[in-house]
C-alpha cells in the first residue's frame, strides 16, 4: 500500500523569504505522480504542482518549485518570495499511474504554512 | 465558469438521520470523486464514478451510497448518520482517469453529526 508522510505539522516563514515543505511516501510502483495541492482558508483545494515520476527534471511553477529525490522517496516544496496569500495548508498526495488506475489520490496529513508580513 | 459546486456548505444533523451531499460539475468531466477529510488528515476516497452510471467503491465507504445518472451529478447519500460520519465532504472531477488528469475540486461541505 502506498503512503504519504508530511512530518511538519506546521510551519512559519516571513513575508518575501522562501521556506520548503517536507514529503515523503512509500511505492513499490515505478509509475506515478506526486502533487502538491494548497487548501486555503476558504477550504478549496487548489493544485499547486505536480512531477511525473519518469521525468527527473523537477517541476517548477512561477514561485513553486520541487525538489524529487526518486531514490530517497522525498518529494519537498520550495515557496520562494512567500506572499501572504500563500498561507494554507499544503497537502502532498500521491497516485499511482497504471492503465488501471482510477485516480485515487492518497493524501498526507498536511502542513500548515502560516506567511507572516 | 462554475466548475465543482457542492451544496449546502454546512449541515448539522442528528444521530440516524439522513442527508444527500449534492455534487455538480459544468466541465463535462467523466469521472467524478467523493472524498472526506477528518480534522488534522489528509482526504481519503469515499466513492468515485467513471460515467453516467458506473460507480465504484474507494478507501472508505461504510455508510454512503452514491448514484450517477448524469454526467454533471454526483450525489452522496448518507444513510444513519453517525458521530464518526462528522468530517468535511469534497467532492472532484477529472476528464479521465489517472494521474495526468488534474482532479478539480469544490468547496467542501462540512457535516457534523450530534
Known amino acids: 500500500a502506498q503512503t504519504v508522510t508530511q512530518s511538519q505539522p506546521e510551519m512559519s516563514v516571513q513575508e518575501a523569504e522562501t521556506v520548503t515543505l517536507s514529503c515523503t511516501y512509500d511505492?513499490?510502483?515505478?509509475?506515478?505522480?506526486l502533487f502538491w495541492y494548497k487548501q486555503p482558508p476558504s477550504r478549496q483545494m487548489i493544485l499547486v504542482i505536480r512531477q511525473e515520476a519518469y521525468k527527473q527534471q523537477n517541476a517548477t511553477e512561477n514561485r513553486f518549485s520541487v525538489n524529487f529525490q526518486k531514490a530517497a522517496k522525498s518529494f519537498s516544496l520550495k515557496i520562494s518570495d512567500s506572499q501572504l496569500g500563500d498561507t494554507a495548508m499544503y497537502f502532498c498526495a500521491f497516485m499511482t499511474n497504471y492503465g488501471g488506475s482510477q485516480g485515487n489520490l492518497i493524501f498526507g496529513k498536511g502542513t500548515k504554512l502560516s506567511v507572516k508580513p | 465558469n462554475a466548475g465543482v459546486t457542492q451544496t449546502p456548505k454546512f449541515r448539522i444533523l442528528k444521530i440516524g438521520q439522513s442527508m444527500t451531499l449534492q455534487c455538480t460539475q459544468d466541465?463535462?468531466?467523466?469521472?467524478m470523486y467523493w472524498y472526506r477529510q477528518d480534522p488534522g488528515m489528509g482526504l481519503k476516497l469515499i466513492y468515485y464514478?467513471?460515467?453516467?452510471?458506473?460507480?465504484d467503491k474507494g478507501e472508505v465507504p461504510n455508510g454512503y451510497n452514491v448514484s450517477r445518472s448524469t454526467t454533471e451529478d454526483f450525489p452522496l447519500r448518507l444513510e444513519l448518520a453517525a458521530p464518526s460520519q462528522t468530517s468535511v465532504y469534497f467532492c472532484?472531477?477529472?476528464?479521465?482517469?489517472?494521474?495526468?488528469?488534474?482532479?478539480?475540486f469544490g468547496a467542501g461541505t462540512r457535516l457534523s453529526v450530534l
Open positions: 464514478s467513471v460515467g453516467a452510471g458506473i460507480t
Open positions: 466541465m463535462n468531466h467523466n469521472y
Open positions: 511505492t513499490s510502483e515505478s509509475n506515478y505522480y
Open positions: 472532484a472531477s477529472s476528464y479521465r482517469g489517472g494521474a495526468q488528469n488534474i482532479q478539480y
